[in-house]
């Protein structure tokens, strides 16, 4: 009877178990996954989203570095570009290549991520489609999205020229039939038409300042800086591009007509004045510290709200996973915290001797009479003694300081008979001639011939570099930014285009106000294009604007020409646009001993060329927009090939 | 049960003898190699500057099969029996080639059969020609004429001209130990009757030779073309 008892109470446990029904049982939402209904109805749900897309644009000279188009396990450092176009020298094994080589390829630079316009297209779809979010979100979210989608295809068309312009995700139906999927390529001014039209109708739906004040999330000054920098690179393409007619295709793929130039430019002037008018926030030259040099150097360390210049920038913080090996792979090598690792970026002769004297006169470094005899100098710095701020800015000299120490960068002794006494490391002493006593021979910090990750050009990368106790090791790195956009580029792309639109005294005006910050406070009386290419060379250096602006000037296959130098044409030609600098020359600082004279101890310079720079920088015409490949052409035979592919 | 051994080695000869067929392809052996010729004279170009591609449709996705011209205007493939289409891309060489009604160049069509011998014949914008080369204590004097083979709606200026000296038998504007300089097209009087002189500089180790011949770059278009290459003995 008892048995009964139990054997219902178990038919009964198992009935209620079974019933519940097939769908609530099997379907379990996913735990790992958000789906995107809930994803889009949680405003922070969405920014995380939205994070995600601000980490995949692609700069030309980031900080950390974007994946490795060949080994997916692996990034390539961003920076790598900066030791690119002969600005500078890169010390270590695996970036010798850079000055190796005689050429680019014609892939080198090659862009085309349509799965990240994909997903920015349906970002924005969702977001459309979002209920629960408020209006004001949305509408900031969508605007967002909007603007790093025309950021990213200014990326592809300073790139690839016209690509296909797809503001929409594609569908595909599995009938076969992938042909409605391919989409051709637009002309080439099509494509940054789509920029400035959608900056036009994004700039007023982003708040002006982040409430926050968080400077890397888009703003209506970042939109305006894009649009103005865009609009600048299409204008000048229009007019320069006449320069190089056969940099082009039949269908305007490739290549702007001329005549649309005034209009870019004036879409340029005008974006940019709405900036320098405040009317998108109140921006500003930054001018914070008493010393110039410092002060330049402070704009990229500076993330306080105090910095106005910062439009847009790519943050990183310490600790929170973002952060950056910058300062770690080129800091000083003296000064390093990882033993070896630094000093892999060493700024060129070519890039140092580019900044003028405080008189606006340019001048290379002066390291001998005009009878050929060297100069001699009682402090090592005084030969760059008088000259625009932003060098030390941008530059670390030999014998300044860095984080408290002081650089020690020299080749060796020069002694009486002319001879040099140098060894291959600082702690290899050698007795000069005379005497018994070793002494040391080399500077701490290079230059040696061949030893990397320690200057070879005799001088280290100042910009961008972390001062922060930690920020040269490994397990902290630095989370200085990357600036995007700032206020001074703004100030440039208004000169330039003025000048283009005959306005030579605005663009005065504009030119003269970057000038007086970096100290050179005698204005300038007449702007040409050379000043503007002068000015942008300097104060943008090493923030990926090097080669787009050569590439829209048409300049770029004249300046790394693939003609050898010598240091007559490395001193020559100084501060004009369509100077050569094929290859990295750096300046040797040496002690000349020589007891009795004079000029004992005091310091002498020659100029050198790193025994790894072999290679002779040539642009080809086909370099100046980068192949598609074979696959991709395979995949849509809509695309029509590059001019030289 | 009992072990049969002879089942066990009749087995292992069967399964031998099927697997001893090679299972990898047979690699491409078939030579294609032909130069380019303007009217059965050689136009020298630079060493791996100048493209030329294969396509062989049929096997799914289509990519190039990629090389470049010798500096003597020579190419040469393995390859497999079939149809290809050759092309030289666009921009590409100091010439003209056949171009298709859009003005892109066109493809050529090649049926390989066994080995073949296949000339490119190009219209080069120039020709040098006729150079001679003396050489007087370490200057090595060029004598040479520029002739101009495009002259029609198509033609284009010369940018510069200059003499090579290198060491090794690659000689170019970015192979070189030694050049003349770049004499600017606005500078040339007289193209037939044209003289350029280089100093040979000291060779470590030393060597009783070098190699030289003139290029000429023509405006707008990226590739040089080259005389033919001199070995100069001393």
Same mark, same amino acid.
């Not at chain 1, 929170?320 to 300062?327: D, I, L, M, N, P």
């Given at each position: 009877?008892?048995?009964?008892?139990?054997?219902?109470?178990?038919?009964?446990?198992?009935?209620? *178990?079974?019933?519940?029904?097939?769908?609530?049982?099997?379907?379990?939402?996913?735990?790992?996954?958000?789906?995107?209904?809930?994803?889009?109805?949680?405003?922070?749900?969405?920014?995380?989203?939205?994070?995600?897309?601000?980490?995949?644009?692609?700069?030309?000279?980031?900080?950390?570095?974007?994946?490795?188009?060949?080994?997916?396990?692996?990034?390539?450092?961003?920076?790598?570009?900066?030791?690119?176009?002969?600005?500078?020298?890169?010390?270590?094994?695996?970036?010798?290549?850079?000055?190796?080589?005689?050429?680019?390829?014609?892939?080198?630079?090659?862009?085309?991520?349509?799965?990240?316009?994909?997903?920015?297209?349906?970002?924005?779809?969702?977001?459309?489609?979002?209920?629960?979010?408020?209006?004001?979100?949305?509408?900031?979210?969508?605007?967002?999205?909007?603007?790093?989608?025309?950021?990213?295809?200014?990326?592809?068309?300073?790139?690839?020229?016209?690509?296909?312009?797809?503001?929409?995700?594609?569908?595909?139906?599995?009938?076969?039939?992938?042909?409605?999927?391919?989409?051709?390529?637009?002309?080439?001014?099509?494509?940054?038409?789509?920029?400035?039209?959608?900056?036009?109708?994004?700039?007023?739906?982003?708040?002006?300042?982040?409430?926050?004040?968080?400077?890397?999330?888009?703003?209506?000054?970042?939109?305006?800086?894009?649009?103005?920098?865009?609009?600048?690179?299409?204008?000048?393409?229009?007019?320069?591009?006449?320069?190089?007619?056969?940099?082009?295709?039949?269908?305007?793929?490739?290549?702007?007509?001329?005549?649309?130039?005034?209009?870019?430019?004036?879409?340029?002037?005008?974006?940019?004045?709405?900036?320098?008018? *405040?009317?998108?926030?109140?921006?500003?030259?930054?001018?914070?510290?008493?010393d110039l040099s410092?002060?330049?150097?402070?704009?990229?360390?500076?993330?306080?709200?105090?910095?106005?210049?910062?439009?847009?920038?790519?943050?990183?913080?310490?600790?929170?996973?973002?952060?950056?090996?910058?300062?770690?792979?080129?800091?000083?090598?003296?000064?390093?915290?990882?033993?070896?690792?630094?000093?892999?970026?060493?700024?060129?002769?070519?890039?140092v001797e580019?900044f003028e004297k405080l008189d606006?006169t340019?001048a290379p470094l002066a390291t001998?009479?005009?009878?050929?005899?060297?100069m001699y100098y009682t402090n090592e710095l005084d030969i760059f003694a008088g000259r625009d701020a932003?060098l030390a800015?941008?530059v670390?000299l030999p014998n300044t300081?860095?984080?408290?120490?002081?650089?020690?960068?020299?080749?060796?002794?020069?002694?009486?008979?002319?001879?040099?006494?140098?060894?291959?490391?600082?702690?290899?002493?050698?007795?000069?001639?005379?005497?018994?006593?070793?002494?040391?021979?080399?500077?701490?910090?290079?230059?040696?011939? *061949?030893?990397?990750?320690?200057?070879?050009?005799?001088?280290?990368?100042?910009?961008?570099?972390?001062?922060?106790?930690?920020?040269?090791?490994?397990?902290?790195?630095?989370?200085?930014?990357?600036?995007?956009?700032?206020?001074?580029?703004?100030?440039?792309?208004?000169?330039?285009?003025?000048?283009?639109?005959?306005?030579?005294?605005?663009?005065?005006?504009?030119?003269?106000?970057?000038?007086?910050?970096?100290g050179?406070?005698?204005?300038?009386?007449?702007?040409?294009?050379?000043?503007?290419?002068?000015?942008?060379?300097?104060?943008?250096?090493?923030?990926?604007?090097?080669?787009?602006?050569?590439?829209?000037?048409?300049?770029?296959?004249?300046?790394?020409?693939?003609?050898?130098?010598?240091?007559?044409?490395?001193?020559?030609?100084?501060?004009?646009?369509?100077?050569?600098?094929?290859?990295?020359? *750096?300046l040797?600082p040496?002690?000349?001993?020589?007891?009795?004279?004079?000029?004992?101890?005091?310091w002498?310079f020659?100029?050198?060329?790193?025994?790894?720079?072999?290679?002779?920088?040539?642009?080809?015409?086909?370099?100046?927009?980068?192949?598609?490949?074979?696959?991709?052409?395979?995949?849509?035979?809509?695309?029509?090939?590059?001019?030289?592919? | 049960?009992?072990?049969?051994?002879?089942?066990?080695?009749?087995?292992?000869?069967?399964?031998?003898?099927?697997?001893?067929?090679?299972?990898?392809?047979?690699?491409?052996?078939?030579?294609? &190699?032909?130069?380019?010729?303007?009217?059965?004279?050689?136009?020298?170009?630079?060493?791996?500057?100048?493209?030329?591609?294969?396509?062989?449709?049929?096997?799914?996705?289509?990519?190039?099969?990629?090389?470049?011209?010798?500096?003597?205007?020579?190419?040469?493939?393995?390859?497999?029996?079939?149809?290809?289409?050759?092309?030289?891309?666009?921009?590409?060489?100091?010439?003209?080639?056949?171009?298709?009604?859009?003005?892109?160049?066109?493809?050529?069509?090649?049926?390989?059969?066994?080995?073949?011998?296949?000339?490119?014949?190009?219209?080069?914008?120039?020709?040098?020609?006729? $150079?001679?080369?003396?050489?007087?204590?370490?200057?090595?004097?060029?004598?040479?004429?520029?002739?101009?083979?495009?002259?029609?709606?198509?033609? &284009?200026?010369?940018?510069?001209?200059?003499?090579?000296?290198?060491?090794?038998?690659?000689?170019?504007?970015?192979?070189?130990? $030694?050049?003349?300089?770049?004499?600017?097209?606005?500078?040339?009087?007289?193209?037939?009757?044209?003289?350029?002189?280089?100093?040979?500089?000291?060779?470590?180790?030393?060597?009783?030779?070098?190699?030289?011949?003139?290029?000429?770059?023509?405006?707008?278009?990226?590739?040089?073309?080259?005389?033919?290459?001199? &070995?100069?003995?001393?």
């Amino acid at each position: 009877m008892k048995k009964i008892y139990i054997y219902l109470t178990l038919t009964a446990l198992i009935f209620s *178990g079974a019933c519940k029904k097939d769908s609530d049982f099997l379907d379990v939402p996913p735990k790992q996954i958000i789906p995107e209904e809930t994803a889009f109805n949680d405003p922070a749900l969405v920014l995380s989203v939205m994070a995600d897309l601000y980490n995949r644009q692609r700069d030309f000279s980031s900080l950390d570095g974007y994946p490795n188009p060949d080994d997916n396990n692996n990034v390539v450092p961003g920076w790598r570009t900066m030791s690119d176009f002969n600005e500078s020298f890169p010390s270590d094994g695996g970036g010798y290549d850079i000055v190796r080589r005689n050429q680019w390829e014609y892939n080198e630079w090659y862009v085309w991520d349509y799965n990240y316009i994909r997903d920015m297209n349906l970002f924005i779809e969702r977001a459309t489609a979002a209920t629960q979010l408020s209006a004001d979100d949305k509408k900031r979210f969508i605007a967002e999205a909007r603007f790093l989608r025309a950021n990213y295809y200014f990326e592809l068309v300073k790139r690839m020229g016209g690509v296909p312009l797809i503001t929409q995700s594609q569908q595909y139906n599995y009938d076969g039939n992938v042909t409605s999927l391919q989409v051709p390529r637009s002309k080439e001014s099509e494509i940054y038409d789509f920029i400035i039209r959608e900056a036009d109708s994004i700039k007023t739906l982003l708040p002006k300042i982040d409430v926050t004040r968080d400077k890397s999330r888009a703003t209506t000054g970042a939109v305006l800086a894009m649009q103005s920098r865009a609009a600048l690179y299409a204008g000048s393409i229009a007019k320069y591009g006449a320069g190089t007619p056969t940099v082009s295709l039949p269908g305007a793929e490739v290549g702007i007509p001329a005549a649309l130039a005034q209009g870019y430019y004036t879409k340029a002037l005008a974006a940019s004045q709405e900036i320098i008018n *405040g009317s998108a926030g109140s921006y500003a030259l930054y001018k914070v510290l008493p010393d110039l040099s410092d002060n330049f150097a402070a704009i990229f360390l500076d993330k306080s709200t105090v910095n106005a210049e910062a439009i847009l920038i790519e943050d990183f913080k310490v600790n929170s996973g973002k952060v950056h090996g910058f300062t770690v792979n080129n800091q000083p090598s003296s000064i390093s915290d990882e033993g070896d690792d630094a000093g892999r970026i060493n700024p060129s002769l070519n890039l140092v001797e580019s900044f003028e004297k405080l008189d606006n006169t340019y001048a290379p470094l002066a390291t001998k009479d005009a009878g050929g005899n060297p100069m001699y100098y009682t402090n090592e710095l005084d030969i760059f003694a008088g000259r625009d701020a932003r060098l030390a800015g941008t530059v670390l000299l030999p014998n300044t300081t860095f984080k408290g120490e002081k650089l020690d960068i020299w080749a060796g002794y020069v002694v009486a008979d002319g001879s040099i006494v140098t060894s291959n490391d600082a702690s290899i002493t050698l007795a000069l001639p005379g005497t018994s006593n070793k002494v040391q021979v080399v500077g701490q910090d290079g230059p040696i011939n *061949g030893v990397q990750l320690r200057t070879q050009s005799g001088f280290y990368i100042r910009k961008y570099l972390d001062p922060q106790v930690g920020s040269g090791r490994r397990g902290r790195q630095s989370d200085v930014a990357f600036i995007r956009y700032r206020y001074a580029e703004v100030l440039l792309n208004a000169a330039e285009a003025a000048f283009e639109l005959n306005q030579p005294g605005v663009g005065l005006i504009y030119l003269n106000q970057v000038r007086e910050r970096a100290g050179l406070v005698t204005p300038l009386t007449e702007i040409t294009f050379d000043r503007i290419v002068h000015e942008r060379k300097v104060e943008l250096a090493f923030e990926g604007h090097t080669l787009f602006d050569m590439k829209r000037w048409r300049l770029a296959h004249v300046v790394w020409n693939g003609s050898q130098m010598s240091v007559a044409s490395l001193t020559s030609n100084l501060g004009s646009a369509t100077k050569a600098s094929t290859q990295p020359y *750096g300046l040797w600082p040496y002690k000349y001993y020589n007891p009795g004279n004079p000029n004992n101890g005091k310091w002498l310079f020659r100029e050198v060329l790193p025994a790894a720079a072999t290679g002779i920088s040539r642009f080809r015409l086909g370099n100046y927009y980068s192949t598609i490949s074979a696959d991709i052409l395979s995949a849509n035979p809509k695309l029509v090939k590059q001019p030289n592919q | 049960m009992k072990l049969k051994v002879h089942y066990i080695i009749l087995l292992a000869l069967v399964l031998g003898t099927v697997s001893c067929k090679k299972d990898n392809y047979e690699a491409p052996s078939v030579s294609l &190699k032909g130069r380019l010729l303007y009217n059965g004279e050689e136009v020298g170009v630079e060493h791996n500057q100048v493209k030329l591609e294969l396509y062989q449709s049929g096997f799914g996705k289509v990519g190039a099969i990629e090389s470049t011209f010798a500096q003597d205007g020579t190419y040469s493939q393995i390859l497999f029996d079939g149809q290809y289409k050759l092309l030289i891309p666009n921009g590409q060489g100091p010439f003209r080639w056949r171009e298709n009604a859009a003005g892109s160049r066109d493809s050529l069509a090649v049926s390989l059969n066994g080995a073949q011998t296949l000339d490119l014949e190009v219209i080069p914008y120039y020709m040098v020609r006729n $150079a001679v080369y003396t050489k007087t204590g370490t200057t090595l004097t060029s004598t040479f004429r520029i002739d101009k083979i495009i002259t029609d709606a198509n033609a &284009k200026n010369i940018e510069y001209v200059a003499l090579y000296v290198n060491k090794t038998q690659f000689v170019s504007a970015t192979d070189q130990i $030694a050049s003349s300089g770049n004499v600017i097209g606005a500078d040339i009087l007289d193209p037939a009757n044209m003289t350029l002189t280089a100093t040979i500089p000291s060779i470590t180790p030393t060597q009783n030779y070098v190699f030289a011949r003139v290029g000429v770059k023509i405006v707008d278009v990226e590739d040089m073309v080259f005389s033919p290459l001199k &070995k100069i003995e001393f």
